[in-house]
């Protein structure tokens, strides 16, 4: 590819790049080469730096990975290269190649260079960016669909507890308005008396208290009385 400042960009991820201009001049290899714009061969000039460049290797050591966006692994991958060649004397060349994932992957690759800081950012699409190398998300886990059909998530309806308890809290509430609509103006009832069945919620307390009450009795003298019985 070719970046913002004409200069040529090879990469190789399997191997060292094959360009016969970046193999000559580097004997070690280099997996990110870049010849500055217009030259013809490699070289380098008394004073001066060379004209072809190694960004960076894909070993020794290795470049640094993350995700893109890390919560989301189908937003492609992020490596960050820090052994290429020196800038300026003294300044590491640092290179930002960023692969997203994508069903085709790209047949030449984005450059954007940043002279000043030493700094280039590269861009390519590849379907090995994405999880088993697959660009299609797979859905996500419904315990629903597990055995074929199956109902949708709970999360996306009622369940049956709060259906039934919707279902007691709405016949409950309408019991309680008709009833004292009809105690009111069909039996011309006031006050207290005009709640539904009056008497029994009045004694529904005293019932409750009293059944606990018996259960207990119930309960001790079971456990109080003797295993065995006397002779």
């Known amino acids: ?59 020794g050591p290795n470049p640094s990975y993350s ?22 004397f003294y300044m590491q060349r640092t290179v930002t190649l960023t692969v997203m994932c994508g069903a085709t992957p790209s047949t030449s690759i984005s450059v954007i260079e940043d002279a000043a800081n030493c700094k280039n950012h590269i861009n390519i699409t590849h379907p090995c960016a994405c999880p088993n190398c697959n660009p299609t ?53 006031s006050g207290a008396e005009v709640i539904p069945n009056w008497e029994f919620w009045c004694t529904l307390p005293g019932l409750v208290v009293d059944g606990h009450k018996f259960l207990f009795y119930k309960l001790t003298s079971c456990c109080s009385r003797s295993g065995y019985n006397s002779m």
Request: hydrophobic share 35%.
């Open 1 to 59: 590819g070719q970046d913002n400042n004409s200069h040529l960009v090879y990469l190789n991820f399997c191997t060292n790049v094959t360009n016969s201009m970046c193999t000559q001049f580097f004997s070690a290899g280099t997996s990110i080469c870049q010849i500055a714009a217009g030259a013809s061969q490699c070289a380098t000039y008394p004073g001066e730096e060379p004209n072809c460049y190694n960004l960076g290797f894909f070993t």
């Open 67 to 88: 995700l893109v966006d890390p919560k989301n692994a189908y937003g492609g991958l992020q490596l960050t290269f820090s052994n290429g060649d020196l800038c300026f």
């Open 137 to 189: 998300p797979i859905p996500p886990y419904n315990p629903g669909n597990v055995g074929g059909g199956g109902s949708s998530d709970d999360s996306d309806g009622l369940t049956g507890g709060w259906i039934f308890f919707i279902i007691v809290t709405v016949g409950f509430t309408a019991y309680l308005l008709f009833g004292i609509i009809f105690n009111k103006f069909k039996r011309d009832l």
